[in-house]
């Protein structure tokens, strides 16, 4: 059983929903999202109400029930209420600055780093050494700040990088510790 995948999803007011054999779409006030269904994986729409079910209890098929009704719950999140992310730069000299849809890093190398923002994302820069990754996809968003993250990832010696807002970077005592 599996509890996750057998709750219904509550629409709220304001998302159509559109449900097309295998295909979903949601749509919201702030945008449109797309999503093909797995073919063992079949959709019922009741009322304000979406029912996911199996066709039966497999193991790959098990996995794939509750994922579904996720993936399906975080699209109806994302066209009501924008996902975000927020990145925090640490170390001496680091920066970002936004120049139209990119981010602009000076990052501790010879030339800066220039972050495009890919296609439903934006980026909003309060202050130098703050980043935050907003978007109506939740997976694009995690992505996102994923990949900004590669560029500098934070070292565990002084701490300098970029990492998320909640993340606890366990600093190491160097060689002079001892």
Same mark, same amino acid.
């Given at each position: 059983?599996?509890? @996750?995948? %057998?709750?219904p999803?509550?629409v709220p007011?304001?998302?159509?929903? *559109?449900?097309?054999g295998k295909?979903i779409t949601?749509?919201g006030?702030? $945008?449109?999202l797309?999503?093909?269904i797995h073919?063992? @994986?079949?959709?019922e729409?009741?009322g304000?109400?979406? *029912?996911?079910?199996?066709?039966?209890?497999?193991p790959?098929n098990?996995?794939l029930?509750?994922?579904?009704?996720t993936?399906?719950? %975080?699209?109806i999140?994302?066209v009501?209420?924008e996902y975000?992310r927020?990145?925090?730069?640490n170390?001496v000299?680091y920066r970002?600055?936004?120049?139209?849809?990119?981010? %602009?890093m000076?990052?501790?190398?010879?030339?800066p780093?220039i972050?495009?923002a890919?296609q439903?994302?934006?980026?909003d820069?309060?202050n130098? %050494?703050t980043?935050?990754?907003k978007g @109506?996809?939740?997976?694009?968003?995690?992505?996102t700040?994923?990949? @900004?993250r590669?560029?500098?990832p934070?070292?565990?010696?002084?701490? *300098? $990088?970029?990492k998320?807002a909640?993340e606890v970077?366990?600093r190491?005592?160097? *060689?002079?510790?001892?």
């Amino acid at each position: 059983m599996s509890r @996750i995948g %057998n709750k219904p999803i509550t629409v709220p007011e304001g998302v159509d929903i *559109k449900i097309e054999g295998k295909h979903i779409t949601v749509k919201g006030p702030k $945008g449109t999202l797309e999503r093909d269904i797995h073919n063992n @994986i079949s959709l019922e729409m009741e009322g304000n109400e979406i *029912k996911v079910t199996r066709i039966n209890d497999e193991p790959f098929n098990r996995s794939l029930h509750g994922l579904t009704r996720t993936l399906i719950n %975080n699209m109806i999140i994302g066209v009501v209420h924008e996902y975000s992310r927020e990145l925090q730069i640490n170390g001496v000299g680091y920066r970002v600055q936004k120049q139209g849809n990119n981010l %602009n890093m000076s990052l501790g190398y010879s030339h800066p780093v220039i972050f495009e923002a890919p296609q439903g994302i934006t980026f909003d820069v309060p202050n130098p %050494n703050t980043i935050i990754v907003k978007g @109506i996809d939740k997976e694009l968003v995690g992505q996102t700040a994923a990949e @900004i993250r590669t560029k500098r990832p934070p070292e565990v010696y002084r701490g *300098k $990088g970029i990492k998320y807002a909640e993340e606890v970077i366990r600093r190491k005592e160097g *060689k002079t510790g001892k």
